[in-house]
C-alpha cells in the first residue's frame, strides 16, 4: 500500500480465490498492477490490498508455493464434489485491518481471474461495501469479461468493464466525477506494472506481448485481447533492467499467450540485449512455448539466457484426430524436444502440458501422449480443462457436460472435469500416475 499521488485516491483489489485447489505458481495479478501503474501516472492515489500476496504455507522454488488454506463449506452447487474447499490468501482478520488502514477512496476498483473463482470477488465486494457504504466498485479482469451478465447480476459491483481496462477505467472515473489530474504518463517508467505495491514479490512477472495471433478452440485469448500486440524488444529490456535495479530480482515470469511468435526479431533481440548489457536473468514460461517456434536457434538461446522451469503447451499429441489447437503440425513436438535436449535441458525441466477432460477427449489417445512426451524425453504436465464461455468449443463443452454450465460459473472450475462424461477418481488417478512415471 503506497499512494505516494495528490489526485483521488483509489483502493485497488485482487481478491481471495475460492477453489478445491490452488497453487501459486508465478501467479501475480499483473492486469491489476498494471492499471496501477497507468492511474498513479495519471494522478491518481492508488492504494492496493492483494488477497494472495501472504508468505507461502510451504514455500516452493523461484516465490512459488502453497498459499495459506482456510477450509470453508463449498457451495450449494459444489456440495457433492468429495473434495476440501476453501479459501486461499491473507486471513480475513488481516484484510480487515488493511481496510481499516486506509483512507476513504472515491472508488474501488476489483479485479478478477477465473471465472470459477468469482466467490472471492463477490465476498470482497460485500465486505468493501460494509466498510465503504458509499463508494462506487468497479469490477474488472477475466471473469467480468467472459461472464458479464453473471458479474453483473451476482457480484455486487456497481459498474462492470469488460476488455483490457487502461482506456475504460478512464472513462468510467470520469464518469463517476473523478477525471485524471494528469492525462500523460510523466516518464514511462511509471507506466510500468506497480510491482513495488507487492510486499512479496521474488521475481518479475513480464509480458512482452498482448493476445495470441493463433485461435485454438479452447482458449480465451481472443477475447479477453481480441488483438494481438506486442512491445518493442528494447521496451522489454528496459522494464527488466529497471525492476532489477530497483527491486534486485533475478527471476523473470514471463506472462506473454505467445511469446516464441516471430522470436527472432522480438525474444531473440530481448536476450541478445539483456546479454550485451550484462543482464543476466532465470526466466520461466509458466503460461507454455509454442512448440513449433522450438527451432534449433531458440532452444540453445534460451539454454544459453537462463530458461528454467520450461512449459511448453501442446495440449494433446494425438495427431490423428481433429486437432483443436492451432499451434501444432505433426513432428513439430518431437523437433522442438530434440533441439531443447540438444541444448541441454534435462527431461524434469521440459514440462510438456497435456489438456485432460476435453470434450470427446479419446482417453487412449491421452495416454498416448502422455507416453509419447515420455519417450521424447520430457515431462508430461497434465492441464485440466475448464471450459470457457464464448470460445469455439463452449457449445460442444455445454452440451457434452453433466452439468449446467451456462447458469453456473462455478461448474467450469477445472477440478470438476466438467466436460469429460466418463470421468472416475480412479481413472484420473490412473492417467496422474502414468503422468507421474509411477505406472508404464
Ligand atoms: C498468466 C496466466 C496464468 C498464470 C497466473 C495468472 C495470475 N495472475 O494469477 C498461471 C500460469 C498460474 C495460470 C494458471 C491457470 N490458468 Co491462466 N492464464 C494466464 C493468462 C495467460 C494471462 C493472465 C494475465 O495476467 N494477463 C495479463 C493482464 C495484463 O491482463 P488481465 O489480467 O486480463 O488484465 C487486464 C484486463 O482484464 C483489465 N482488468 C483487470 N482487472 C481489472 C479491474 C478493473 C476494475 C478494470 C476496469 C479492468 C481490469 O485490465 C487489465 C489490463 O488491460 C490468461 C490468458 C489471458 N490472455 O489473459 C490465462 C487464463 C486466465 N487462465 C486460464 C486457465 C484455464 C488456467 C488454469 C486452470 C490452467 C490449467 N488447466 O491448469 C490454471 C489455474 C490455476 C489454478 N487453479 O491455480 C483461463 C481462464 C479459465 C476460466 N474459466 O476463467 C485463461 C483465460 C486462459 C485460457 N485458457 O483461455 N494462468
Ligand atoms: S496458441 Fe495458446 S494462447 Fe494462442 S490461441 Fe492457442 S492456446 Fe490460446
Known sequence: M????????????????????????????LGLLYLAGFLKARGYAVHLVDCLDTDHARPGPFGTGRYPKVILPAPAALRDIPRRYGR????????QAHLARLPQPAAILVTSLMTYW??????????????????????????????????????????????PGEDAIIKSLENLGLPPSS????TPLLTYPALHLLSHLSYIPILTSRGCPLECSYCASRLLM??????????AVE????????????????????????????????????????????????????????TREVAHRLKGSGFNTLRVGVETTALGE??????????????????????????????VYLLLGLPHQDEEA??????????????????????????????????????????EPLFHNNSLFPCWPEFSWELFNHIKRLAEAKEL
Open 118 to 163: 468469482y466467490p472471492g470477488v463477490t465476498a470482497i465486494i460485500r465486505l468493501v461495501r460494509e466498510r465503504f457504504p458509499r463508494t462506487p466498485v468497479i469490477l474488472g479482469g477475466t471473469y467480468a469479461t467472459l461472464c458479464p451478465e453473471h458479474a453483473r447480476q451476482f457480484s455486487g459491483a456497481d459498474l462492470v468493464v469488460t476488455g
Open 366 to 407: 491421452l495416454l498416448a501422449s502422455i507416453r509419447r512426451v515420455r519417450e521424447l524425453g520430457a515431462t508430461p504436465v497434465l492441464a485440466q480443462y475448464s471450459p470457457i464461455p464464448g470460445t469455439v468449443l463452449w457449445p460442444e463443452a455445454v452440451k457434452c457436460s453433466r452439468y449446467d454450465l451456462e447458469a
Open 2 to 29: 503506497n499512494p505516494e499521488a495528490a489526485g483521488p485516491t483509489l483502493l485497488l483489489i485482487n481478491p481471495w480465490i475460492y477453489d478445491f485447489a490452488a497453487y501459486d505458481f508465478f501467479a501475480r495479478p
Open 322 to 351: 481433429a486437432r483443436l489447437d492451432r499451434k501444432l503440425a505433426a513432428g513439430d513436438l518431437e523437433a522442438a524436444i530434440a533441439y531443447l535436449t540438444e541444448a541441454g535441458f534435462r527431461r524434469e525441466e521440459m514440462g
Open 88 to 95: 486461499y490468501g491473507i486471513s480475513e482478520t488481516d484484510f
Open 226 to 235: 481480441p488483438r494481438y500486440r506486442r512491445r518493442s524488444p528494447g521496451e
Open 183 to 186: 492525462d500523460r504518463t510523466a
Open 239 to 294: 522494464e527488466l533492467e529497471f525492476w532489477r535495479e530497483r527491486l534486485g530480482l533475478e527471476d523473470v515470469a514471463f506472462y506473454d499467450d505467445a511469446l516464441l511468435v516471430d522470436a527472432p526479431s522480438h525474444l531473440l533481440v530481448i536476450l541478445e540485449e539483456l546479454e550485451r548489457r550484462g543482464l543476466r536473468f532465470r526466466f520461466h514460461t509458466p503460461n507454455g512455448l509454442h512448440a513449433r517456434f522450438i
